[in-house]
């Protein structure tokens, strides 16, 4: 089988404006919800109580929240978990009130409507420990950021790929956080590290491209541009799709199987996912393009040897 | 022509055969099981074995198997039922000479743990338990220590005649001082005599010369080095201590752990109660022995709301007894403290080390038919909110736990009665695992239910199963043998990854499990990056086995370079990720590693193997 069994030929340089411009709408729309809804931030990053609890049959969540009023708990939040018959209940933090206090409180509400309840799990994070994690989730990305500019300026000799692989990865977890805020899931630690999975693997197809067009290049130093480009993705264009496709398969399956606890982490990778691919193809060798790419900036001194294989 | 090294066959071979041994016993699966140690921590021996296992026997608990692991007893059982029956003759039978933890062990066969084969062990959120996150009051900790010195500085001065007027002690950022002590002296005095008998008392502290409203005044602030010198002590006691009192309370496989500068996590699997752990884990508690002061009278200092110059008021019952400054022995002398049953109902025997024997022997000695009292000195904090204001305030309870007529000399061997079951338990366990150096308070606490882990590792499991298959049947149908030559590479990293995680001994967690399968998803990558190589060079009219060596050696820089990147991800995340965050950044870096060698060398070894040598080849199967 073959999805590609011709030769494609698309146009990308050409109607880069149209991709720019989809990819600006994406990130304006994603940046704005993000300002407007703000992020549905877990207690791994604000502080407070999270509790998973099990019932036998369906619960009723106003009786919860009523019983949990009487127990002291006015501000607490009440939703269900995957099906009717799990609760997650939220609370912002208790000074003074260790876990085994609430537990045994919130089980009190519990068994009053259901005998045999359970709690599940039960986090009491501090607003101080929330906060680091904040700054260190943040610290994270932009080290990763630096890191890979650096990385791809001394590979590829030139700061345009950087800049232009930058940009396009910096689109991705922005359209993550914007997919987050706009539908309010739930933003925790798995989350982050998804985004930063994200940023790893969409440059992985953007340093596909470059590295084809370093070949390209490398073949011969007269070719234009704008045509190194289009058939540099082009020529790639299968493997990435084909790629993707399997990364999403297995995804997609730790999506619908993995349970409660890795929902927000699969959902941050299937948008990433989608993102990456869209970024690599239709963005990251445009910038590079109107950065004013040459095939002098790849090739800085005499035709370079091509990376030997293995021995 | 296609070609292959020999010695590379030979290193995928041997590669693929111990990742295969490596990786087996995590394919066994667990069963419930109960570790058993003996209370005096001498390793488990055949002995101990077979009383256990008769014991066991007689009192139908039946088991399936029992080894010795790392001195300690391991028996396993076929359901939870039968580990619970187990678990409560133990702690019935048994309960004179071994303690026990419920836990989970391994069905691979022994020859593999003897071996040093184990599998992975699981994170908290794949078997339920306890995580506590401890802040350690450093800062406390450099209190203490002026309060100390402020101490020795009053005696040093006091015993060479040279009078002070005052010596205060500052902490905190907002005072004068940061770190440090000031001692006001009256007009006139020699300040050059003080300086050297303080200079002799502390030799590593410096002073400087300042004046006072009434007098001269010598100023010492300690130096950074001092202060972060104090604060890793204060961590690393606190440490050792939370390590031997999590080792009390008979839980299995536990983790005690610095976390950044000031913070301690504790993990204890299987751990559903907090309350009762949290209690005994951040206890500061001591004891102190000193003599009643019989010659005045307790009522009448009660009355007058004041203790007579060296002794100092305590209550007991509702009584008043005035107890002697001096301490005759403290808990940091102890060296073993065991609770039993005695004839006078539960006690604590006591082992003091030689300087704590000495001032016993000496004290009770002179003492013989007077009364001497155990005081028990409990520090806490309390956070209380007054007017939307946090403060915290450091709470000093001392109870007199003990206060008996010395019969007969006593040396660095004895007993303390009166006290009830319980507290004689907790008090021989606090004292045999040290006290806190510095207060903690828990800033963090997780509790995963062991009904949740289960759920968890059966998903996360059922979904990398489906993914790979899902994968397999996707690439076979789209790259025909070559499909499947990517398909056993899959499935040789997936194993070769497992293998590297257990000879790390790394914890799985649930976002490891998500790695794993990420991984799968991705190493796929390099596979089709040579597949898709191979498949443009024989549109480009290439013969086969030309193609397929252009595939591999072209497909390399492109393999590296992308991978590099998403390496520098995992590194990131390993580096500032903690927790099962890390589990995942680990887990997605040894798989990047993993997949390069699996599709460069595994993949190369299989294709040359199908293709290469001198055959004629006119087809080549990739779809």
Redesign the interface.
Known sequence: ??FFRT?TNFPFMSTRKLWYGLSLVLVVLSIGSFFVRGLNLAVDFTGGVQV?A?FTSSVNLDALRTGLAGAGYREAQVQFLGSARQAAIRLPPQ??Q????I??RVEGVLHAIDPRA?????????S??GDELKS?AI??VL??LL??FI??AL?FHTWRLSLGAILAVLHDPILVLGAFSLWHTSFD??V??AM??V???S???T??V???IR?RFEGSRRLEPVAVLDQSIN??L??TI??K???????V??Y????Q??KG??EA?IIGILAGTYSSIYISSAIALDCGLKAEHLLPTSVKK?????P | MLEFPRWKYVLVAAVTLLALLFALPNFFGTDPALQVARKNHLPMDEFARREVEQSLSAHNAPFIASYLDQGKLVVRFAGVADQLRARDEVSDALATGYISALTTASRAPGVLRKLGLRPMPLGL?LRGGLYL?Y?VDVNGAVAQLLESYDQGFRRALTSANLPFTDITAFTGSKSAIPNGLRIALPAGADIGAVREVLRKANPELAFTIGSGDAGPTLLMEMTPTQIKARQDYALQKNITTLRNRVNELGVSEPIVAQQGIDRINVQLPGVQ???EV?DILGKVATLEFRLEDAQNSAAEAKVRGRAPLGSKLYEMDGRPVLLKRELIATGDQLTNATSSIGNEGPEVNVTLNGQGGDSMLRNTRLNVNRRMAVVYIEKSRE???VGGV?TTHDLTTEKIISLATIRAVLSNQFRITGLTPVESRELALLMRSGSLSAPIF????????P??GA??IR??V??LA???L??FA??A??YQRFGWVANLVLLANVVLLTALLSMLRATLS??GI?GI??T???A??AN??IY?RI??EL?NGVTPQAAIRAG???A???I???????????L??WV??RG??RG??VV?TLGIATSMFTS??GSRALVTLMYGGRRKIDHVSI?
């Open positions: 089988m073959e030769a998973q099990t000074p003074g260790g876990g085994d206090v537990r045994a359970e709690v599940t799990s039960l986090d009491v994070v501090g101080q420990v260190g610290k994270a080290a990763t890191l890979i990385y791809i590979r630690l798995p982050v590290s930063l999975a940023i790893g693997y440059l992985n197809d340093v596909v470059f590295d084809r070949e020529q790639t299968s493997r084909m790629t496709v399997v990364t999403l398969i297995v995804v399956a730790l619908a199987l993995g349970g606890a890795l982490f699969s990778l091509p990376v030997d294989a293995l | 959120d996150l802040q109660n907090s309350a949290k956070t209380r909110t946090k828990a800033v963090e606490e997780r509790t995963i239910g009904s949740l759920e968890n998903m996360g059922q979904a489906i993914g790979m899902a994968v996707f690439m149908l789209y649930l976002p998500a399968i990420l799968v998803g991705i796929v990558d089709v990056l898709e498949r443009e549109r591999f050696d072209k390399y820089s492109a590296f370079d992308s991978n590099v990147t998403a390496f520098i991800a995992g990131v995340l500032i990720g099962a965050i995942f950044a997605l460069l060398m779809g």
